[in-house]
């Protein structure tokens, strides 16, 4: 059995993620002492600045050469086919509505039921653990000192690959949704236009939107401003003469939006911090040279924020809710049941079929019943994506992943 000593270690590593979450709580609910503004403004620095430093930490530190091969090709393998699956669902979904969607809807109210959020959701809370914090201490009590480095190697491939892939999505669904909007804004114009010609019919070639992101941000001012809202329903008004196919909004190219969530991609600091953090491992543990102290020093200050104000904003999250189970009970019932459940399961199978056994069979499905890392909580505040959700896989599943990890822990060793 698990050691007595292994469950207080996990205790002491929880107690200080639910000190931070509760002061976060208490700042907003009780004292007031933050605005909306400001819990935005705690969300955006840990997700511009601490979270990209610890990555390039992480991933600095982590020898590349002395990975262990089957963990690895393990752990990719279940995050692949979870990211496969839910992309399938969300095909079919999107062509599903849109086999029935001569329902009137309008493209916005079809863009915010997208089923791109619910993939980029499901795939974080089944597959994205919190291997450092609470995976550490309890592996550590579990199996011995051997599953610390293997925790972190989990934790690199996450930083390096998944959570790119987690941010592309956000960055695709942000691209697509401000097309989307200014869409109109464009056939309006061309709508006031050929009617001030007389009303002539417009060329399908000439009344097709192609949006970059330089119009895609003049329009959205102008949309935004009082002398375009006048000008637009003038347009609209003229718009009454042109035939009802050069009125209808037009949705951008999925390369277009695909080219723009890729150049957001390679501007954001954490595909930064991963690129660099991955040079400098590869050079420093070939030549066998290490970071100097004073940048060493550096870094510390910064990424050390990471964890405890992570924290602090999911509890300013949840302050600001009307209910502390903010995304509702059902749907944090399936949530665990995905992050809890499935995801381990999973990972037990994949783990089989490529030979794993024994102890490190055993290290792989009990990382993978970790709770959800609260670094998807920032991304998902900061995107404004089921950050509700987040929150609740974030506070919940660290109270319920000892006893969960326990269980797991016996019937592997049966």
């Known amino acids: 059995m698990i050691p007595g000593s292994a469950v207080y270690h996990v205790v002491e590593a929880m107690a200080p993620l639910y000190t931070a979450a509760v002061l976060g709580y208490a700042s907003v609910r009780w004292l007031k002492a933050f605005s909306d503004e400001q819990c935005a403004g705690i969300n955006h620095f840990v997700a511009l600045y601490a979270v990209p430093v610890l990555i390039f930490h992480m991933v600095s530190t982590n020898d590349p050469y002395h990975m262990n091969e089957r963990l690895i090709a393990a752990d990719t393998l279940q995050k692949s086919i979870i990211l496969l699956a839910l992309t399938a669902w969300a095909f079919w979904a999107h062509f599903r509505r849109r086999r029935g969607g001569g329902d009137g809807k309008p493209a916005a109210a079809a863009g915010a039921a997208s089923p791109i959020k619910w993939v980029v959701t ?207 009970y059902t749907i944090a019932s399936l949530s665990m049941v995905l992050k809890f459940l499935i995801g381990p399961v999973l990972m037990l199978l994949v783990s089989l079929a490529i030979g794993m056994h024994g102890t490190l069979l055993h290290i792989a499905v009990v990382q993978a019943a970790l709770p959800l890392a609260v670094t998807s909580f920032v991304y998902a505040e900061e995107y404004k994506v089921h950050a509700d959700i987040m929150s609740t896989g974030v506070i919940l599943g660290i109270f319920i992943s000892l006893p969960v990890t326990i269980v797991y822990y016996i019937l592997l060793g049966l």
Do not use: H
């Open 122 to 328: 499901n795939f974080s809370v089944a597959s994205l653990p919190n291997t450092i914090i609470m995976g550490v201490p309890l592996l550590d009590g579990m199996y011995g000192s051997v599953s610390g480095g293997l925790m972190k190697q989990i934790v690199v491939m996450q930083f390096c690959i998944w959570y790119n892939v987690v941010i592309f999505l956000y960055e695709f669904m942000a691209a697509r949704d401000s097309t989307t909007k200014i869409s109109p804004v464009v056939s309006a114009a061309a709508a006031a236009s050929a009617a001030e010609n007389g009303g002539r019919s417009i060329d399908a070639e000439e009344n097709r939107v192609v949006v970059n992101i330089e119009i895609t941000e003049m329009a959205a001012a102008a949309a935004a401003s009082p002398t375009a809202s006048t000008d637009s329903s003038g347009a609209e008004e003229a718009a009454a003469a042109v035939p009802a196919a050069a009125l209808v909004q037009q949705v951008p190219p999925v390369k277009v939006v695909l080219w723009m969530a890729v150049k957001k991609l390679l501007q954001i600091p954490n595909t930064y911090a991963s690129f660099l953090g991955l040079i400098w491992s590869l050079m420093a543990f070939k030549i066998g040279f290490s970071m100097p102290k004073i940048v060493g020093d550096s870094l510390f200050i910064i990424y050390t924020t990471a964890v405890g104000l992570s924290m602090f904003a999911s509890g300013t999250f949840i302050a600001r809710q009307s209910r502390f189970v903010p995304c509702g």
